[in-house]
């Protein structure tokens, strides 16, 4: 059982125009079991949210607190977040030429888990999640995000989902760029993955329709750099409906 709680968290990023605070207090609390989804319009921001807990290093943490099973989060390097049961998958992935995908999963684990996996086992593990996940076995040879499809990124991202197996994981527009089919693969990886046992997922999304994939059991509302209305899966077929508009216009929190 692990939580991880954000408590009136203030983030600024920095710009030519110097420091710009894009997030405003956000509250939330995730833990393991539960999947909750941010939804919010573009701009908002969710990716902050995303990368501030991640720790990255261009977004400044001005006041508020990220703890996970009550560990400062802040105080840890991003490796020591992910040692932690930290994952995040970027919005946009980095490519890595030259580091192939089996050499780049066989590190991300002895990261996580402290020491390096046997190689024969872990070649064995990596199969089995790939066929799994529907991944053709070449994938493993090829260079980290090189050349990726949009599907192929994101199904990298759910193969170190099922091979890390971290504690909370923070999906950042998973879905933004699949085809239907990559869609339901993806959303299967993850669905297996909360299955697996004890995960927390934080699904970030600017759409409902992977929701109709991976059932949220709290959906918040994310605007102005903050969240301004949680709720259950019916919220997300609202916004369906009638959009951000409610969230967004004159006299809503900005
Ligand atoms: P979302 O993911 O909800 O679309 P983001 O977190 O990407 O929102 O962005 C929120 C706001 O912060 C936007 O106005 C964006 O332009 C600004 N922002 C985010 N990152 C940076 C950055 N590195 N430099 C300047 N502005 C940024
Ligand atoms: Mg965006
Ligand atoms: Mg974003």
């Known amino acids: 059982m692990s939580t991880l709680e954000i408590k009136d968290l203030h983030v600024s990023v920095a710009t030519e125009d110097g420091p710009k605070e894009i997030l ?27 990368y501030a807990i991640a720790g990255h290093p261009k977004y400044e943490v001005t006041s508020g607190s ?3 099973d009550g560990e400062d989060v802040l105080a840890m390097s991003v490796d020591e977040r992910a040692r932690a049961g ?11 030429p030259g580091v192939s995908m089996a050499n780049f999963l066989r590190s991300a684990a002895t990261a996580v888990r402290g020491e390096a996996p046997k190689l024969r086992t872990w070649v064995k593990e ?22 990726f499809s ?15 197996k971290p504690k ?5 527009e998973t879905d933004s760029g699949l085809d239907v089919d ?10 297996r993955y909360r299955e697996s046992g004890d995960a927390g997922v934080l699904l970030i999304t600017h759409y409902t329709r992977i929701l109709n994939h991976i059932r949220p059991d709290v959906v918040h509302v994310f605007a102005g750099g903050r969240v301004v209305e949680s709720g259950g899966p019916e919220l997300a ?6 959009g951000y508009v409610r969230f967004t216009q004159a006299g809503a929190p900005a």
């Open 168 to 172: 909370i994981a923070v999906l950042d």
């Open 237 to 242: 077929e609202e916004l369906e409906k009638h």
């Open 86 to 96: 930290l994952f995040l998958a970027m919005q946009y992935p980095v490519e890595v």
């Open 182 to 191: 990559a869609l339901r693969v993806v959303s299967e990886g993850v669905n």
């Open 66 to 68: 990220i703890t996970l």
């Open 126 to 147: 990596v199969k089995t999640a790939m066929a799994d996940l529907g991944i053709d076995p070449s994938f493993a040879d090829r260079s980290v995000n090189e050349g």
């Open 150 to 164: 949009g599907g192929e990124k994101k199904r990298h991202e759910v193969l170190q989902l099922a091979l890390l």
């Open 24 to 50: 405003k207090g956000v509250d939330l609390t995730v833990a393991s079991g539960q999947t909750h989804a941010i939804m919010g319009p573009n701009g908002s921001g969710k990716s902050t949210l995303a």
